[in-house]
Every structure is written in C-alpha cells, then in structure tokens.
C-alpha cells in the first residue's frame, strides 16, 4: 500500500471556471490570476490549460512571467506589482510583459529609462484598498508623467477592491467612484474586478477583469450568504486510512490529548498532515470524507497524519480513500473550521504531495 497522498488537478474545471468568468463579465476581457504557482496548482499545467481561452495572464513578478514564456506562451502578461528594482524593467521589456506602476520610484524608473522596446504599463490607482497605488487626486499628473516617457507604451488603469467579497457591503460602490474620480477625463482602459467583483459586481467589470480564486472553483464570497457561485473545485486532495481502531469512551486522540472520546468509537488515521500542507489549526470536527461520507477530524494534526472519527463509516476499513477537500467537501469549508481561507489551503499544499493532471472532458 502507498501512502496515497496526493492532490489531482481537472484541468476541464479550471476552463468551466473560466468561462463562468467569462460568461460573468461578458463586455471584458479576462486576465487569468495565475500567480503564486497557480495559486498552488501548478503555473504552467494551469497556465497552458488556460492558454486557448485566456486573453492574459497575471503574475506577480519576473520569476513567474519568465516560465510562461520559455515554455512558448504569447498572451499579454501583467506583472501584478511592477518592477521590484530598475534593472528588472529591461527584462520585462525582452519578456513583453506589461508592469503594474504603483510607487513614485517606479514612475522614476521609465522617466530615467535609456531608449528600447516600449512596455505597456497598468496605473495603479489607490481607490480604497489602501495598499498600492496612487491616490486618486494623483493620477492625472501620474498619468501625465507616464505619457511623457519613451519606454511607455500603452496606459491602462488599476485598482484593487477590498471588500467586493462581502455582497451586502457598499464599500465596493465607493471604490467604484473613487476610479471614475481618477480616471474621469483620462482616456485608457481599466481593470477593477477581481474574482468576487466579476461575479457579483458588474459595475466594477470595466474592460478586463482579473479572476483569480474562481478559477479553481473556490466561492470568493465570505457575506455567509447561501448563494454559491456554479465554480467546480479544480483541485482534490487525497489520501487515505492507514490504521482503523477501537477506542473506548475516555480515550485521548493525538498531541496534547485535545479530544476525548464520548463513548466506545472507531478512529481512522489518516496519511496526511501539515507536512504535506493541511492545516495543523484545522480544530476537531473539521469535514472529510470517507469513502464518499462525511466525517469530521478528532485532535491535532500530526506533520503526517491526522485522525477521523469513524462513527459515520463504521465499515471503513485501512486503505480506503479520504478526501480532504475538492468535489463534494468545498476547500472552503475546511478553510473556515482552520479559521483561513481556500487561497491559502492551496498555496501550503506541499512539494512532497504529488499533483496530478487529469482532463474530464478530454476526448480520446
Ligand atoms: C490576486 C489578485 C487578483 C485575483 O483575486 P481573486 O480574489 O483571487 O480573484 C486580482 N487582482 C490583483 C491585483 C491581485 O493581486
């Protein structure tokens, strides 16, 4: 028997998810979200699975836009933070890589820039997120100043919403106006929307939106509305029952004995654990499934292993297959037992886990 632990990836959810976006947004382009190892998934299987439907991909920096390239992909790429010193603005140029300006020294960096290939650049405005960007009484002569240098090609405009993950809030309206204040009598198109905003606030979709957590088929929302959007989970994460046994009422499960049993009850091990990326603060009683059932957690979380309670699969023998999130037991749910959220679940997943790729609707 081997361990078992290992996450497969569907890359025909990842283009469902996309064309939920598009279909979502349909006036605006879409920019794939693919930094950070495809939010775990993996860049370049997400990013060539993406390739025939995406109009752009963005990243947060030369390290993960180089890899798109030397494996022959030609969308636009937008470098999510720009350049991070002067001498990255020379690479971005040879990569063709757009850069997000957010910081004054930035601006400096094209202002100071020797002749060559012009590189389109994203004006970050400041619209409420208050964290990059230029306030909006700024942007006009941000603009001015980029449009006065040679190493500028295209000025297009940015801005980040904070709160669009909470569709009974209306601070999402305020951001709306904060980038028509800026950009009000400048011409360039403008991206504002991220996974929640495309798919809940269409005044914010503009010209391109950039979804990202929607892509691999977590819901961005966090209101506690029912309402879930119609996203299929890209990713599952596997492994199975290495051990089964008999407790009796009274016993202590795991580290620090955090769980006792109520009364006489079967406890799987399961081979996995924050070693391999599952969160060791995921507390008793978080979901898994076995076998197909659900079940919840009892005790901590070992580097290679956690425990499950048995009463709802008492068949459940060692072997069987544990699922810890991905279709039927949404990476969400299991991120608001381990007080986080699913981005996060999927960036931990470790370098030991393997991933797979599979195609459901591959013909063939
Ligand atoms: C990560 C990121 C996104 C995508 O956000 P999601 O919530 O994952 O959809 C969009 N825009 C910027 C600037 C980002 O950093």
């Not at 090609?153 to 904070?162: D, N, P, Q, S, V």
């Not at 197909?292 to 979380?301: D, E, K, N, P, W």
């Amino acid at each position: 028997m081997t361990r078992g632990t290992r996450a497969t990836v569907d890359c025909a959810a990842l283009r469902h998810n996309l064309a939920v976006a598009r279909r979502s947004a349909p006036s605006a382009r879409v920019i794939a979200v693919i930094k950070s190892n495809g939010y775990g998934h993996g860049l370049l299987p997400v990013a060539r699975t993406l390739a025939a439907d995406a109009d752009a991909f963005a990243v947060t920096c030369l390290d993960e836009a180089r890899p798109l390239r030397e494996a022959g992909l030609d969308q636009r790429i937008v470098l999510l933070e720009g350049v991070y010193e002067p001498a990255e603005l020379a690479e971005a140029g040879a990569l063709g890589a757009d850069l997000v300006v957010h910081a004054d020294w930035q601006v400096e960096v094209f202002e100071s820039a020797a002749s060559g290939r012009p590189v389109d650049v994203w004006l970050k405005v400041d619209s409420g997120m208050h964290r990059l960007g230029f306030a909006p009484e700024r942007v006009p002569d941000i603009h001015r100043r980029l449009a006065a240098c040679g190493r500028v090609g295209e000025i297009r405009f940015m801005t980040h919403l904070a709160r669009a993950d909470d569709r009974d809030c209306g601070y999402t309206r305020d951001q709306l106006s904060a980038m028509d204040r800026a950009c009000e009598a400048l011409a360039g198109e403008r991206s504002l929307a991220n996974s929640a905003g495309t798919l809940a606030w269409p005044e914010t979709h503009g010209d391109w939106v950039r979804p990202g957590i929607m892509l691999y088929g977590a819901s961005p929302f966090c209101d506690g509305r029912p309402e879930r959007p119609p996203l299929r989970p890209a990713m599952v994460l596997e492994s199975r029952l290495v051990a089964v046994s008999q407790r009796r009422a009274g016993d202590l499960i795991g580290y620090g004995g955090t769980y006792t049993c109520p009364e006489p009850m079967p406890v799987g091990v399961v081979s996995i654990g924050y070693g391999d990326g599952y969160p060791r603060h995921a507390p008793s009683g978080t979901p898994v499934l076995v076998g197909g059932v659900r079940a919840r957690t009892v005790g901590r979380v070992s580097m290679d292993m956690l425990c499950v309670d048995l009463r709802p699969c008492t068949q459940a023998r060692e072997g069987e297959r544990v699922v810890l999130w991905g279709e039927g037991l949404p990476a969400e749910e299991v991120a608001e037992h381990a007080g986080t959220i699913a981005y996060e679940l999927f960036c931990h997943v470790t370098a030991r886990v393997p991933m797979n790729y599979v195609d459901t609707e591959a013909n063939g």
